[in-house]
């Protein structure tokens, strides 16, 4: 993704292009099998066992996303970092982590309070565990992640993939119901604390003298305030409909929120953590920086357009094929939001950027406007129910997206027109893939079972959209081929 240094035996663009293939090769297999389990547990689960996983993970999630006080993006993004650093660093996350657990154990109750129903209770209070398995793995991470050393981080998550999809698929199949996600979440970051430590070994003894006065602990606090906010935004959906619709709708909703998600939550965490530590290594030099955010997202819209706007198009097929037939009622929910996914993907391709050339804040105020506008958006919404959460994405994101990605083009000194220009060709041959599938289901309805019409209509989108971008952007796709090669 970014440019050769041709004076270097393995370049900087080499280095990271490696890395993406790396972690991108490592996701694949562990998310094939995560993909695969989840799909099975999807199956043997219920819309009520997702509802009680989702409004425990509310209050947990915020809490999470805040547990090392953005200490490991500090250790990425600092140019020089000294390891009489890491206790202190060591001190911020210990502290959090722990306050972390025993905040938790105390709401427990409260939380199901506010959701009306108990069963929340005891299963937050074991969610807590997390915090301090947490709390052994965020420095060894964050120092693989600085020194772009993803072959080994890759191997870490591969590992990590099977230890979580094994156990929420063994405990579906044993018929523990929601405690089988619990169950995964847990091993997930088992498995994280023993082989970071094993990849990576950081001592966690703390030293709290130099704690409110360390660099790197107030820009930790800033990253810290806009995963706040970032939580908060995210999680208004849920926390909304949780609330008025009840465990059934919103159990469906999160299934169609992940179904679409899975593409964002699972390739684009990699993207970022490259991204991220790659602008950290260029943040002095502005057109490096400009050139590269505008090839990622080049690539980003040849990619997203067509998987989120095709996923749209085949839904009607797919999803009471691999998820049941109790998850119809989740097709329409999840061709609505289908549409706004791939702006959601560039909004978050763009703050690594941001983080890498120390600007923060201004992302900091980005995720406040995107919190204040949907919010606003969902609680309109959710007064027509389900598709009204829905639709409160589809009207309300395009708003908050135009606004925030106009400040973070105008902070790189980008313009919308070189923004428009990497994304106008793979969006129109996407629409037309889209609406040429939808005119041939028309014609196959009758005549085909869903399977063999599932295939003819994927096929169908395929073609369509290849054709047309080897016509109107061969040479996007020519240099996407090239990077990957090297």
């Known amino acids: 993704m970014l440019e050769t240094e041709r004076e270097r035996p393995l370049s900087f663009q080499q280095r990271v292009v490696r890395s993406f293939l790396w972690m991108g090769g490592g996701q694949v297999l562990g998310q094939a099998v995560t993909w695969l389990s989840t799909l099975v547990v999807i199956r043997l689960l219920t819309p009520m066992d997702y ?37 202190t660093m060591a001190a911020a996350i210990l502290l959090t982590c722990g306050a972390g657990f025993f905040l938790t154990q105390l709401a427990a109750p409260w939380l199901a309070v506010f959701f009306r129903e108990p069963r929340v209770t005891p299963i937050v209070r074991v969610l807590a565990l997390n915090f301090p398995l947490m709390a052994i793995y965020h420095l060894p991470q964050a120092r693989l992640v600085r020194e772009l050393e993803f072959d080994v981080k890759a191997r870490v998550d591969l590992l990590v993939a099977f230890a979580s999809a094994g156990t929420s698929l063994v ?47 107030q ?54 953590q490259i991204s991220f530590a790659a602008f950290s290594r260029i943040q002095t030099e502005g057109d490096r920086v400009r050139r590269n955010v505008l090839r990622a997202v080049q690539f980003a819209g040849l990619l997203g357009f067509p998987a989120f706007l095709g996923m749209a198009a085949v839904a009607p097929e797919f999803v009471p094929l691999l998820l049941g037939a109790q998850w119809g009622e989740a097709v329409l929910p999840l061709q609505l939001l289908c549409l706004v996914v791939p702006l959601k993907m560039f909004s978050t391709l763009l703050p ?61 000194q980008l313009r919308w027109r070189e923004f428009f220009g990497q994304i106008a060709t793979p969006a129109l041959a996407s629409i037309t893939m889209a609406v040429s599938v939808g005119a041939l289901r028309l014609v196959l309805v009758d005549l085909l079972p869903t399977v063999p019409r599932l295939v003819a209509l994927i096929a169908t989108g395929v073609a369509v959209y290849a054709g047309l971008i080897l016509l109107t952007a061969r040479s996007a796709v020519t240099e996407l081929q090239k990077v990957l090669q090297r």
């Open 51 to 87: 509802g009680l996983m989702t409004m425990a993970m509310i209050f947990l999630g915020f809490l999470f996303v805040i547990a090392d006080l953005g200490i490991g993006a500090a250790a990425i993004q600092t140019r020089e970092l000294a390891e009489e650093e890491l206790p």
């Open 219 to 272: 820009f930790g606090v800033v990253i810290t305030l806009d995963r706040i906010l970032y939580f908060m935004y995210s999680y208004a959906d849920v926390t909304i409909g949780g609330r008025v619709l009840g465990k059934e709708l919103i159990g469906l909703y999160t299934v169609a929120v992940t179904v679409t998600s899975i593409p964002v939550q699972k390739v684009m965490p990699i993207v970022n």
């Open 171 to 217: 405990m579906a199949l044993a018929g523990a119901g929601v405690w089988a996600l619990v169950g995964g979440v847990l091993a997930q970051n088992a498995a994280r604390a023993l082989f970071f430590q094993l990849a990576r070994p950081t001592s966690l003894a703390p030293d709290f003298r130099r704690f409110f006065t360390n660099p790197l602990v």
């Open 352 to 412: 690594p950027a941001l983080f890498g050339i120390g600007r923060p804040v201004v992302n900091l105020v980005n995720v406040l406007i995107d919190f204040l506008v949907m919010t606003g958006a969902l609680l309109i919404g959710v007064n027509y129910g389900l598709l009204g959460l829905c639709l409160a994405w589809v009207i309300g994101f395009p708003i908050a997206f135009g606004i925030t990605t106009t400040r973070t083009l105008r902070t790189l």
